[in-house]
């Protein structure tokens, strides 16, 4: 379907599109300072929607936030490079961490955007080497574990789910942990993020496992070597290969195999959930839910579709920019979690698929929290609506206009019956001027309650 269709299909997608486009434009403003400049350059177009947020994160993060997400990038891009060695990239990978304090760091591996990132490596260092030390100290000591654990993987299946845990703690786990540092080193969360590992882990879990299901044939049909991260011990009940999933005559085992895998993933988005509520920070709060939220969607799209097996299966345009515009707060972020769990409970067939009962009971357990924090959350907005006895500003304005008027009537009383063709001394004088300071005293009070804005 082409892109009228989709907009035709779903006409509230028009404007969060043209919303993100405008946030993308603004995102596209780069900085001054020529090596800052390049960062959110190659962001831009390594990352879409996602630079855009990293943008919006506060200026005390963002540029660290920035450097740690490129510096991720360049460990991947050489992870990722099967055209290097093995015994050339298991140092790379050990040593990495050490090379981001090197001015003089490039190297020539990746594709595209990630040679080019590879090449002027140097103009990341010197950003990197411009950060307060905490936030060097975080991505330097992430760096560090990630490419252990890759350089331990480079050559290790992934047989049991305790491997496929493992596998995506280094590579994206970690990620989680390390923001909770910087979140906890900017002190604009509590410093109880410091160190915490488990609900920053399931964070990163669950964005790779989506990732790693979503992007099954892509892996699969990588030249010169296939990539596999689905886990043999889920497989293996389904294929004699991983790669046989891929045919047309093992559709029905293969989405079977990917269902059990999104019921896996399914299982830590109650963690997730835990962790965006210590959040306090606005913009890592958008920073944090949207990525979830995402990945949640995309769990609903592939779960059941046989597509996954046939090309790249994606979320549509217009839903990721209404995600990216609906997740600022808990309620919003429950609010999306629960409509795509709803969607996903819709497409199970307890009968047909034999994970189809597990699958239901994550998803009751997932809703029932969501359910639990919307009724939470719209209380408490009920409540601060009730306690915030404030006027609407165009309340105020009609009130001081409405009395004004009455003010300059009751002053000018004698004018007003002669424009009338009355007598101007018509009325009773002790009557017109109770009117004056009645209407005065009107206007002094209403003047004073437009001020302070209070109903009471
Ligand atoms: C990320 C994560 C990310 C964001 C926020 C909180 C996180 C907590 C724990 C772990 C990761 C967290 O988000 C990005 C999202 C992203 O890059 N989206 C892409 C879409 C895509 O398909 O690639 C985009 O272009 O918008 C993410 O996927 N990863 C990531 C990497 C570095 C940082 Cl600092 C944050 C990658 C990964 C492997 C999931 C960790």
């Known amino acids: 379907m082409g892109v009228l269709g989709t907009l035709l299909r779903h006409p509230g997608d028009v404007i969060p599109l043209v919303k993100v486009k405008r946030m993308a434009d603004k995102a596209k403003r780069l900085p001054k300072e ?15 929607s996602f630079a855009i947020v990293i943008q919006q994160l506060d200026e005390e993060l963002r540029d660290a936030v920035c450097v740690f997400y490129l510096v991720l990038r360049a460990l991947d891009t050489i992870e990722d490079d099967m055209a290097i060695p093995i015994d050339e ?3 790379q990978l050990l040593e990495f961490y050490q090379y981001i304090y090197d001015p003089a760091y490039s190297t020539n591996c990746g594709e595209k955007h990630y040679k080019d990132l590879m090449a002027n490596y140097p103009k990341v260092t010197a950003v990197f080497l411009k950060l307060k030390k905490p936030y060097r100290e975080v991505i330097a000591d992430i760096t560090r574990r990630m490419g252990a654990g890759m350089a331990k993987f480079i050559e290790k299946e992934v047989m049991t789910m305790e491997d496929f845990d493992e596998y995506c703690h280094y590579v994206a786990g970690l990620v989680g942990i390390g923001l ?27 964005l ?11 892996d699969i049909q990588e030249l010169p070597a296939p990539r596999m991260f689905w886990p043999r011990s889920v497989w293996s009940k389904y294929a004699k290969e991983l790669d046989d999933l891929q045919h047309e005559e093992n559709r029905d085992a293969a989405v079977q195999c990917m269902n059990e895998l999104i019921t896996n993933a399914l299982h830590h988005s109650l963690d997730c959930m835990k962790y ?10 958008r920073f944090c839910a949207i990525p979830q939220v995402m990945a949640i969607a995309t769990l609903a799209e592939c779960y059941g579709n046989e597509n996954v097996f046939r090309g790249v299966v994606k979320i549509r345009r217009g839903l990721s920019a209404r995600i990216m515009l609906k997740c600022n707060n808990m309620l919003e972020f429950a609010t999306g979690f629960k409509y795509f ?3 996903l409970v819709h497409k199970v067939q307890p009968n047909k698929d034999p994970n189809g009962e597990e699958t239901l009971r994550a998803i009751e357990a997932l809703e029932e929290v969501c359910d639990k924090i919307i009724a939470e959350e719209s209380e408490k907005m009920h409540v601060a609506r009730v ?6 500003m165009s309340t105020r304005m009609l009130l001081w206009f409405l009395f004004g008027g009455y003010f300059t009537y009751a002053w000018r009383l004698e004018e007003v ?16 001027a109770f009117q004056r300071w009645f209407a005065t005293i009107c206007f002094i009070i209403i003047s004073l309650l437009v001020i302070v804005g209070k109903k009471r």
């Not at 910087?182 to 964070?203: D, Q």
């Open 89 to 91: 990239k298991l140092p």
């Open 208 to 218: 790779q496992k989506t990732n790693i299901i979503r992007d099954y044939l892509e």
């Open 341 to 343: 769990a709803n969607q």
């Open 417 to 432: 019956r002669e424009s009338l063709g009355v007598n101007r001394h018509a009325g009773d004088p002790r009557v017109d």
């Open 276 to 285: 965006m509520a210590r959040i306090k920070e606005a913009s890592i709060f």
């Open 387 to 392: 306690n915030d006895d404030s006027l609407p």
């Open 34 to 48: 020529k090596n800052l400049a390049y960062c959110y350059d190659v962001l831009n177009k390594v990352s879409r």
């Open 180 to 206: 909770s540092n910087l979140w906890g080193a900017s002190k604009m969360e509590s410093k109880e993020f410091i160190g915490e590992e488990k609900l920053s882990n399931a964070m990163g879990l669950f």
